[in-house]
C-alpha cells in the first residue's frame, strides 16, 4: 500500500484494519465510504452477500482504495468523522501523517441541482458522480477532479467594498481578477474604487466555523466594458446585447501574499444545451459554494453573445465563473431572468468572447498564456 503516505508493510495495514474494525460498524463503513469517494461501499467495493467478518472486509476495501490512490482520502474522512475518538485518530494519524492536515480543511460545499431543482446531497469529498447522477453524465476521474475543484476554490474571491460583499470574481493571471462591470460600478457610484478588495479563501470549515480568509487590494481597474442598457430592464432582451456589451471587469490586484494560487485559463469548449453547468460563487456574500446542476444548460442566445442555464444563483453571485463538468471554464455569471415569479434561466457571456476583447484592447500581457 503506497498512496496513504510512506510504504507501509503488511503488519501496519493489518494493524489499521484491526482499529477501524473497532471504531466502525458496518453503517459507519458505509458512509465513510460514500463520504470519500461518491460510491456505494456493496456496489463498488464488497459484495453484499459477502461471508466474510467485518475486519476481511475492512483489510480488502483498504487493499481496493489503495489500488485507486483514494486511502488517503478514506482515512481523511473517517479521521475528521471521528473527532472524539482519539485511538482510531492516533492510529491513522501514525499511518499516514498528511491526514491531519487534510481533516482541517473543510468538505466541500456542494449543491447539486437537476433543471434548477435543489437535489438531496449528504455533503462530503465529492458529490459521487459515478452513482449520484448516472446517467446525465459521463464518468469522471473522481481524484482528478476534487484535486481540480480544490484548486479552483483558492482561486475564487468575494469581490468587496471596505468588507461589504459585491460580489464574486476569479483570478485569470497571477495578480489578475475578472468580475462584473456591475459589480464595480457600485464601487464608483460612491467615488470609492480605490476601496475595492478581493477576499480569497472565505469558506465554512467542517466544525461549522467561518474562515475569514485573505483581503489583497484592487490596484486597478484594469479594463471594463458595460452590459446592455436593456439588460438592466425588465426587458433584457429587447434590444438585444451588441458585441461590445460584455459586462466585465479587470482588475490588477496587489502582489497575494503566500503560495501561487494559479489561475483559471479563459478558454473553453462550448456547451449544448442539456449539459451539466457549475458556478463557483459568493451567494448574498457567504462563503464560497459550488452550485452544480447536471441538465443546466439552456443554450445560446443573441448570435452566441449570451448563454442562459438554469444552475442557481443568488446575489452577490455576479461575477462567477461558470464551469462544464470538466471544470473548463465557459462562461462569466452577470444576470438572472427578471421576470418574478418564476425565473426561467440565469446567464453568462462566454468566456472566449471576453477573451478576444481582453486581447483586442491591448490587455493580454495580464493573461498567462
Known amino acids: 500500500m503506497n498512496d496513504a503516505g510512506a510504504q ?46 467485518l475486519r476481511t472486509m475492512i483489510l480488502n476495501l483498504l487493499q481496493t482504495l489503495s489500488k485507486d490512490g483514494s486511502t488517503e482520502r478514506f482515512l481523511t474522512v473517517v479521521y475528521r468523522e471521528k473527532p ?6 492516533a492510529v491513522i494519524a501514525q499511518f499516514c501523517p498528511a491526514v491531519t492536515g487534510n481533516a482541517g480543511q473543510a468538505p466541500l460545499d456542494f449543491q447539486l441541482q437537476k433543471a434548477g431543482k435543489t437535489q438531496a446531497a449528504e455533503a462530503g469529498a465529492g458529490p459521487g458522480l459515478q452513482k449520484n447522477i448516472k446517467p446525465a453524465l459521463k464518468s469522471v476521474d473522481l481524484t482528478v477532479w476534487i484535486d481540480r475543484i480544490e484548486q479552483v476554490r483558492k482561486q475564487v474571491c468575494r469581490i468587496e467594498l471596505s468588507g461589504t460583499a459585491l460580489g464574486t470574481g476569479f ?60 439588460e438592466r430592464t425588465a426587458q433584457p432582451d429587447d434590444p438585444p446585447p451588441g458585441a461590445a456589451e460584455l459586462d466585465y471587469a479587470l482588475l490588477q490586484l496587489d502582489p497575494i501574499p503566500g503560495a501561487d494560487r494559479g489561475f483559471i ?20 456574500g457567504d462563503p464560497v459554494r459550488f452550485a452544480i446542476d447536471t441538465t443546466s444548460v439552456i443554450g445560446y442566445r443573441h448570435d452566441g453573445r449570451r448563454l442562459r442555464y438554469e444552475t442557481n444563483t ?17 462562461a462569466l455569471h452577470h444576470l438572472g431572468d427578471p421576470k418574478r415569479p418564476p425565473p426561467t434561466y440565469n446567464q453568462g457571456i462566454p468566456i472566449g468572447q471576453i477573451h478576444a476583447s481582453i486581447v483586442a484592447r491591448g490587455h493580454a500581457a495580464l493573461l498567462p498564456p
Open 84 to 89: 472524539l475518538n482519539k485511538d482510531i485518530r
Open 8 to 53: 507501509s508493510t503488511a503488519e501496519q495495514v493489518v494493524a489499521l484494519a484491526k482499529a477501524l474494525t473497532k471504531a466502525l460498524d458496518l453503517a459507519a463503513l458505509k458512509r465513510m465510504v460514500y463520504l470519500a469517494t461518491g460510491d456505494e461501499l456493496f456496489e463498488a467495493y464488497i459484495s453484499p452477500i459477502s461471508p466474510d467478518p
Open 171 to 230: 483570478l485569470v493571471g497571477a495578480n489578475a481578477v475578472l468580475t462584473n462591470c456591475h459589480v464595480v460600478e457600485e464601487a464608483r457610484k460612491l467615488g470609492a474604487t480605490d476601496r475595492l478588495g478581493c477576499r480569497f479563501d472565505f469558506r465554512r470549515l467542517s466544525n461549522n466555523t467561518v474562515e475569514a480568509g485573505t483581503v489583497v487590494p484592487v490596484r486597478s481597474i484594469v479594463d471594463e466594458l458595460p452590459c446592455s442598457p436593456a
Open 265 to 284: 485559463a479563459l478558454s473553453g469548449p462550448p456547451v449544448q444545451a442539456g449539459d451539466a453547468l457549475i458556478i463557483v460563487q459568493h451567494p448574498m
Open 314 to 330: 443568488s446575489p452577490g453571485s455576479s461575477g462567477s465563473p461558470c464551469f462544464n463538468m470538466d471544470l473548463d471554464l465557459v
